[in-house]
């Protein structure tokens, strides 16, 4: 059943990352038949996920002609230069937040996606300028460029960061995003509301992980406790997961947060081959709620407000050009606990 329904939702989401990026310009929709064939789904399938964009107002449906992208504002208002790292991970909540709110104001975007490329970034915005944006909303490859500050104070264009800043005194830039330490934070104190005092971490490098961890510890510390263990890799494989597992046990570790939900799957895989069970030996925390669901053990999950980092960041942007002398504008929010089959009380605790 959560196979289904994930169906559905990917293929609306492919959908949502279509309207934004002006796939069809016409503004009509492919055939639900089209779609079917093309995405490798059902008819029902393809029924549900325009039924979801039709509830959110995105597209509507013509008797008889077919389903058209829903342009209910005329299109006045500035051209709004958007440059995401990923089309398909992540981001594309954030667009879709992007693409409503810039829609319901009568505004227009430009979207380009730069693959974590420094390089690809700048050729975006390049591009971007020529074709009439006029103010920028920007995921910038911080880490992977030396001056940083020197690249962003160089921007032709208003810029508001979306989910990347500086975690220091030089953090004078317009931005908004997920609060990641205190999803890290609201993950720990659920665990701790179980029963667990014994938790640990397993991570990949992300620009995010380190906030994350940063969260999750600041957590144990203010219940006076310290980590089990903690990991940070570039990339998982099942057999890292195994080996850490092990490291995981041999510490006392009854929970665990993982970053992201891909590393937490294989954690649950790695318990459910040794023979554990999931959350009666180990409970697991994913982050990011991508896929968290479609897990073995559906997830529980931090789950950041992505939709809503969009429409924020179109809010900010609009009101940097409306009044360009005004202070700058820094906006975190907060994602929320999803709680899943994932986790529980510690074995010990359980009646």
Not at 25 to 38: K, S, V, W, Y
Not at 140 to 164: F, I, K
Not at 267 to 292: M, N, Q
Request: with cysteine; aromatic share 6%.
């Amino acid at each position: 059943m959560n196979e289904r329904r994930q169906k559905f939702r990917m293929l609306a989401d492919e959908l949502r990352r279509g309207i934004a990026e002006v796939r069809w310009p016409e503004g009509r929709l492919p055939t639900e038949q089209q779609l079917a064939r093309e995405q490798e789904v059902s008819l029902n399938t393809v029924r549900r996920a325009i039924d979801l964009l039709v509830s959110e107002g995105l597209v509507y449906r013509r008797q008889g002609s077919g389903t058209y992208v829903k342009h209910d504002v005329p299109q006045a208002g500035p051209v709004i230069g958007v440059a995401v790292p990923s089309m398909t991970y992540y981001y594309p909540r954030i667009i879709a937040g992007i693409e409503e709110e810039l829609s319901a104001r009568g505004c227009q975007m430009l979207l380009r996606s730069t693959g974590y490329d420094a390089a690809q970034e700048e050729k975006g915005i390049e591009g971007m300028v020529a074709a009439g944006a006029e103010a920028l909303l920007l995921v910038p490859e911080l880490g992977r460029r030396p001056g940083a500050h020197a690249y962003l104070d160089a921007l032709p264009l208003p810029t508001v960061l979306v989910e990347r800043r500086f975690r220091s005194g030089g953090d004078v830039y317009e931005f908004v995003c997920s609060n990641h330490g205190a999803g890290g934070y609201l993950g720990v104190r659920h665990l701790l509301s179980l029963g667990h005092a014994r938790i640990a971490y397993m991570a990949r490098s992300s620009p995010h992980s380190e906030q994350v961890v940063q969260g999750f510890t600041q957590a144990l510390a203010d219940n006076g406790l310290a980590p089990a263990a903690e990991r940070t890799l570039p990339r998982w494989s099942a057999a890292d997961a195994e080996a850490y597992l092990g490291v995981l046990l041999g510490a006392g570790a009854t929970a665990a947060v993982c970053f992201a939900d891909r590393e937490a799957t294989l954690l649950v895989g790695a318990a459910l081959r040794r023979g554990l069970t999931v959350p009666g030996d180990l409970s697991v925390i994913g982050y990011d709620d991508e896929v968290a669901d479609l897990s073995e053990v559906p997830l529980t999950a931090i789950s950041p407000a992505k939709a809503d980092v969009g429409r924020l960041a179109v809010e900010t942007i609009l009101h940097r050009l409306a009044r360009p002398g005004s202070p700058l504008r820094q906006h975190l929010i907060v994602p929320r606990l999803v709680v899943r089959d994932s986790t529980g009380a510690p074995a010990d605790l359980r009646g």
